[in-house]
């Protein structure tokens, strides 16, 4: 675990932007999503990363339960071929 944060604290954290998730701003009806495969953590950060236009980096497959209106970076093939 040492070693990880370590690796985040030097080559990551000095790249990227901390953001506010703005929960309060949230349109429910993009994070409460019946019909499919639900992960509440999943659905939070798709609707981040809608709403700073960020860039999500996952291999993740359930992400292709969102649409298609946010960037993904990703290895999974079933998640590019979705997305």
Do not use: P, W
Not at 4 to 11: C, E, G, Q, S
Not at 43 to 67: P, W
Request: glycine fraction near 4%; aromatic fraction near 14%; hydrophobic fraction near 45%.
């Amino acid at each position: 675990m040492n070693a990880i944060l370590d690796i985040i604290k030097t080559d990551i954290v000095d790249n990227f932007t901390f953001i506010d998730d703005g929960f309060s701003k949230m349109n429910c009806q993009n994070i409460f999503i019946y019909g499919l495969s639900y992960d509440f953590n999943d659905s939070l950060l798709v609707e981040i990363a809608r709403q700073h236009k960020a860039i999500l980096i996952t291999n993740d497959a359930d992400y292709a339960n969102y649409g298609n209106d946010f960037q993904i970076v990703t290895s999974n093939k079933f998640l590019l071929m979705s997305h």
